[in-house]
């Protein structure tokens, strides 16, 4: 029998499961949520089963069905509204062989990370430009951890240790830092900022060194 601080630990709750009972009622990509929104900044929950089994597979599916129709390659909670700590990740990668060496921008499974949390291994850095379905319309360049190790549960509890390098790397960094209440923006080199026309038409290279000469950023 639940005592009543275990039940008032449960009413607390309740809000939560009903909001994303709720944002699940609709069909289709969720809405995301874009820079502006408190909720990206507020940090995040960690999950302790806020969600039945049942309700957090059906959140996890909504959040893949939403990230592959964004298209993107990650997407955490907070970017469809919901506190938790949270995030899908999937990259099959379609880049050329060249780009493919010069990123690490090799092909990631979907996977599901609960309570992630990462740190570096060894120092390098590497600087790409990058992206955020929160802040459509713009990409700006990031240096960041060229190895990590990736600490978290996947979707049935089950513990995740792993090191990721290349691109994988940069995606696990990028969705990690959303569930702490930051965006690609609070590390990014501001002097690279670029719109998709600019991306297009001019950025496209492998590697951010002609972006970073005529617009006045530093690499490592
Ligand atoms: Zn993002």
Do not use: K
Not at 14 to 22: H, K
Not at 156 to 180: C, K, M, S, Y
Not at 183 to 198: F, I, K, P, Q, V
């Amino acid at each position: 029998m639940a005592s009543p601080s275990d039940r008032a630990d449960r009413a607390a709750r309740a809000p939560l499961a009903e909001r994303v009972e709720q944002l699940l009622a609709g069909e289709g990509p969720l809405p995301i949520v874009a820079a502006g929104e408190p909720v990206l900044r507020r940090g995040t929950e960690p999950f302790d089963g806020q969600l039945e089994p049942a309700l957090l597979a059906r959140f996890v599916e909504a959040l893949r069905v939403t990230m592959h129709a964004a298209p993107g390659v990650g997407l955490a909670a907070p970017q469809v509204g919901v506190e938790l700590r949270i995030a899908v990740i999937e990259d099959p990668a379609p880049v050329t062989e060249e780009v493919r060496l010069a990123r690490g921008r090799v092909p990631q499974p979907f996977r599901v990370l609960v309570n992630p949390s990462y740190e570096p291994l060894g120092t390098a850095r590497a600087a790409f430009f990058e992206g955020c379905l929160s802040v459509p319309g713009w990409q700006a360049v990031v240096a960041r951890h060229a190895q990590v190790r990736l600490r978290a549960e996947d979707e049935t509890g089950r513990t995740v240790d792993e090191v990721f390098t290349g691109w994988p790397a940069r995606i696990v960094q990028h969705e990690t830092d959303h569930l702490d209440g930051m965006l690609y923006l609070d590390h990014a080199e501001l002097r690279s900022l670029s719109s998709g026309r600019a991306m297009a038409e001019r950025w496209a290279q492998p590697t951010p060194e002609a972006a970073a000469a005529a617009l006045g950023f530093p690499l490592p």
